[in-house]
């Protein structure tokens, strides 16, 4: 990618912008705007609910905790809606998703220029600033939400359980072979879906706001205007989905046919 | 784009922010929420409970009031049939004095008639007695006589 990204013109911008800060080589290199960005953005979510979680009290709410208490009590419905088990793990999760993904999409509203641009005056070649378009960061947590699915059905289940829904369902014991086919590829699409999804959304929208910013000067505002506030919809809606399919999947591993 | 180690820093990231916000954000959060849903489930609780005692009293207040009226009713009847009764009584009582002021009256008139008689009747037999005296006297001695005269005076007395 590194020779690519000296083509001259509107493909070098275009490959340049969409170029991650990368270390090592191979398997092992690290994407460390992604790790960087997303590593922030995640502290950021966590400072702010800690500051409201530790001053949260019963009586009169302030302004951070009705905010902050808007959002749990969201997260809380939302659980509540599609689990019915007990779980203490599922609503914190679902708001974590829920934030941090926002937070990473909420990256892609920045000016496309602005952070590169800082980023090359302290001589950072490339910077990729909206975690959600490296494959790495949505492939990560749907395959975190994966393990957790995978974990939560051998619980509730037991190896036994899983197995016998791998395999006797839904056509009966005498498909075996095509249940276990179906079953593996119904499992594995969930993490694939989800991550595809969401990089596919945002990495879509970066690339829209890349191509604007190639257009005329007086063109620009006119284009971005609008495509940000769509954005704006699109990328609360993407870290929606995340958590609300992870709240489904969750349940429907807690549930025993 | 491909695929490489970022992957693995990011599932560690997220594990530890899951981890912070399961520990150390939700729990309190959430716990206010629901304290504070009780909260006001109590207060509501409580207020209706205040608006049911003061209905309550209301009602009793009531009841109190109409006693009361009643009872002051029962009075006022009480006292006015009584001060008829006064009324009645001493208009009996009056009749009756005047009846028996009348009697006495009636029975000092009619002794008073029956002296007048007896005096008249005396005057009269002595104006006859002296009458029949004079006219007697000439030709009646007293003393041969004194038994018819005694008997004539008797029988005018």
């Given amino acids: ?257 | 784009m491909s695929i490489n180690a970022t992957l693995i820093g990011q599932m560690i990231t997220f594990a530890l922010l899951v981890w912070f916000t399961m520990k150390y954000i939700w729990p309190p959060l959430f716990d206010s929420l629901e304290e504070r849903k009780k909260k006001i489930a109590d207060g509501l609780a409580a207020a209706e409970k205040g608006q049911e005692a003061m209905q309550l009293a209301e009602k009793k207040a009531k009841g109190v009031l109409k006693e009361a009226k009643e009872q002051s009713s029962e009075i006022v009847n009480l006292a006015q049939k009584r001060a008829n009764e006064l009324v009645e009584a001493s208009k009996e009582t009056a009749k009756k004095e005047g009846e028996r002021l009348i009697l006495v009256a009636k029975a000092q008139i009619e002794q008073e008639k029956q002296q007048a008689k007896e005096s008249l009747r005396k005057e009269v037999s002595a104006l006859a007695l002296r009458a029949a005296e004079q006219i007697l006297s000439a030709e009646i001695d007293k003393t041969k006589h004194q038994d018819l005269l005694s008997k004539i005076s008797n029988q005018l007395g």
């Fill in chain 1, 1 to 257: 990618m590194a020779t690519e990204a000296h083509a001259e013109g509107a493909t070098g911008y275009i490959i340049h912008h969409l170029t991650s800060l990368t270390v090592g080589e191979g398997f092992w290199a690290l994407n460390l705007d992604t790790l960087f960005f997303s590593a922030v953005l995640g502290g950021l979510f966590v400072w702010f609910f800690k500051m409201a979680a530790d001053k949260a009290t019963a009586g009169v709410p302030g302004l951070v905790q009705n905010f902050v208490e808007m959002l749990i009590e969201f997260v809380d419905t939302q659980v509540k809606d599609s689990f019915h088990g007990k779980n203490k793990l599922i609503a914190p999760l679902a708001l974590t998703i829920f934030c941090w993904v926002f937070l990473w999409n909420f990256m892609d509203l920045f000016p496309v220029d602005i952070l590169p641009l800082i980023g090359s005056l302290m001589g950072i070649e490339y910077l990729r600033v909206v975690p959600s378009t490296d494959l790495n960061a949505t492939f990560a947590m749907s395959i975190s939400v994966f393990c957790l699915i995978i974990f939560y059905s051998i619980k509730v289940k037991g190896p036994w359980g899983f197995a016998k829904e791998l395999m006797f369902q839904p056509f009966g014991p005498w498909l075996l072979p095509f249940n276990l086919l179906l079953k593996l590829v119904e499992e594995i699409a969930k993490p694939i879906s989800l991550a595809l999804r969401l990089f596919g959304n945002l990495y879509a929208g970066e690339l829209i706001f890349i191509l604007i910013a190639l257009l005329p000067c007086y063109l620009q505002p006119v284009l971005s205007f609008p495509w940000a506030i769509f954005h704006i919809l699109i990328i609360t809606l993407q870290a929606f989905i995340f958590m609300v399919l992870t709240i489904v999947y969750l349940s429907m591993a807690h549930e025993d046919h």
